[in-house]
């Protein structure tokens, strides 16, 4: 059995708090404005889309998993990698396939709980802390890459399949993450189960977001445009990365003491 030190040095996985949801939420805007840059504002269309997205999300992911510790740059890039990724994934299931978003979210969910039934039956739990083992990081990673393309999908089911404004979905998610956060404070049931469910109700949140900020404004939006929008998540996210690694700084100072 490992003491929580050494769980701390090997955890390859950030820790869960606030700042965690936060960065969490300003990269899951980043890929829905990033992604709509690539595959609309550009024209290249979502197939293409997926291609360049997929190849940003593998070169991270290999940067991730070859790294031996938690590094913030590293794993932020990948779950930014996931967000863009799974808008296009999302888009893809129901502009090219035609399958809409309510059948999409569905295909999606049975992949993501999938995912989440295999990784239980070779590990017997699904924490997420500690994570150092690479197959089951890989499953981490296959689980947060479904995760966020069925958030995507929810969010435009919110907004075209329900025809609810860009707006009104961010608070409807938003009160579905709060909820999860009363349920996590004051009730009993079980930690990981809430914690996949704001996992997945922060994408829809973070997407219907930048859909607000980046559609016309006789749709509902702040037409904001995707490029200005994309890079006004960067920078917030180049910062909070910044403080990330400050505070893992200072906790590996601690530790050593």
Partial sequence: M????????LNKIAKITLLFWLMKIIATTLGETLGDFIAQTLNLGYLVGIAITLVFFLLTLFLQLSAKKYTPVFFWLVIIGTTTLGTEISD??????????????????AFLLLTLFLWNKKYGNLEVSPIFEKQKEIYFWIAVLFSNSLGTAFGDYLNDGLGLSYLTGAVITLAVI????????FTKLNPIILFWIAFVFTRPFG???????????????????????????????????????????????????
């Avoid at 709060?178 to 404070?185: A, D, E, G």
């Fill in 207 to 257: 997407a219907t977001f930048g859909d607000f900020l980046t559609k016309p404004i006789a749709k509902g939006g702040l037409d904001l445009g995707t490029l200005p929008a994309s890079l006004v998540s960067i920078a917030i996210m180049i910062v909070l990365i910044f403080v990330s690694h400050r505070q893992l700084s200072k906790e590996n100072t601690a530790s050593d003491l």
């Fill in 178 to 185: 709060l909820f999860v956060i009363t349920l996590h404070y």
């Fill in 92 to 109: 893809f299931i129901d502009r090219s396939l035609h399958l809409g978003y309510a059948l999409g979210s569905m295909v999606l969910l």
């Fill in 2 to 9: 490992m003491n929580s030190a050494q769980e701390f040095t």
